[in-house]
């Protein structure tokens, strides 16, 4: 195990180089840049003179070739610097840890909805195949599956506002200052990701379950004498997590980097309207380095999965004579 995790962590270093590599570089490539957009005649604010953008990109350090400006960056990443937002002067890592915990409450209040009622209709859909049961389950998965995430949360705004006198709060609060009024912004958000990312997980549970129930292990343990239920939850239903495993993993990951039509629907200032918000104005050095976040954790997830596998299926065996 001990070698496995060693092989994985070196091979996500040059993952993680061509992360950084493409984003300095496609902040770069796109047109405009922040002395661009104040200079502009278009932006409606006052117009700099030529020695006034020398000097100002000058500050920036913009001036500098592109792989001093590269070397520079990894440098105060490694020194634990992420610089400030161009346009409120704010510091980058404060502005993640006000706005992460909200997107991290989202996420897996999403995650636990999609467990928590995915799995057990993907099972039932499955072990009562062609049944009422089954098409019944497997038409509001369809459904599910079909309406996007922010129009769910649109509609559950509206039935709050129009049946019970209910508004999505507009300040940041967190759960250890105050539960309840975090609890009213985050949970709106997490349920209408969740009965999405729950529709996705039944579907795979159910061809899974289904796929596994045919499997001659199965068979034996019935002949055996096992009771179904037994059967289902020893043997099946370990064997079946695993791709539910994966699907959660990368979707968990990507809640982390934040919805932006759900957060905008619910007005939850989370990372993905923060993200939004760097790239229309342009805001190298906040997108650079929440982009470099994300794929720390897609890293960091994607090593975890793989490392579940062994828990749920112990035929799995990272290491070898």
């Known amino acids: 195990m001990h070698n496995y995790l060693a092989r994985r962590l070196l091979a996500a270093i040059p993952t993680v180089f061509g992360i950084t590599v493409l984003i300095f570089l496609a902040m770069r490539v796109l047109p405009g840049d922040p002395i661009a957009v104040i200079s502009s005649e278009s932006s409606g604010n006052f117009v700099l003179t030529p020695e006034q953008v020398a000097a100002a990109r000058a500050s920036l350090g913009l001036d500098k070739p592109y792989y001093v400006q590269y070397l520079q960056w990894m440098s105060d990443v490694a020194q634990g610097n992420l610089g400030e937002s161009f346009w409120t002067r704010e510091h980058i890592v404060d502005l993640i840890l006000r706005r992460g915990p909200i997107t991290a409450e989202i996420a897996l209040i999403a995650l636990f909805i999609s467990w928590v009622v995915g799995i057990p209709a993907g099972i039932l859909s499955a072990t009562h195949r062609d049944s009422w049961l089954d098409f019944f389950a497997r038409g509001w998965v369809t459904v599910f599956l079909a309406i996007p995430s922010f129009w769910i949360g649109l509609v559950i705004v509206l039935v709050g506002i129009l049946f019970f006198d209910w508004r999505p709060p507009l300040t940041i609060s967190y759960l250890w200052t ?18 999405g990312l729950a529709a996705a997980t039944a579907r795979l549970a159910r061809s899974t379950v ?76 906040l997108v650079q380095n929440m982009v470099l976040i994300y794929g720390l954790i897609v890293t960091v997830t994607n090593l975890l999965v793989d490392l579940s596998y062994g828990w749920f299926d112990p035929r799995i065996r990272y290491e070898g004579r």
């Open 210 to 285: 289904l796929e596994v129930l045919n499997d001659d292990y199965v068979r034996t343990a019935r002949a055996k004498g096992l009771g179904e239920r037994v059967v289902l939850w020893r043997h099946v239903l370990k064997n079946a997590m695993l791709p539910i495993i994966t699907l959660s993993g990368l979707a968990f990951s990507g809640l982390l980097g934040g919805t932006v039509a759900t957060e905008t629907a619910f007005g939850v200032p989370g990372l993905g309207t923060l993200l939004v918000q760097g790239l229309n104005s342009r805001d190298w050095m």
């Open 178 to 195: 105050d539960p309840i009024h975090n609890l009213e912004m985050v949970v709106g958000p997490g349920v209408a990701l969740g009965i």
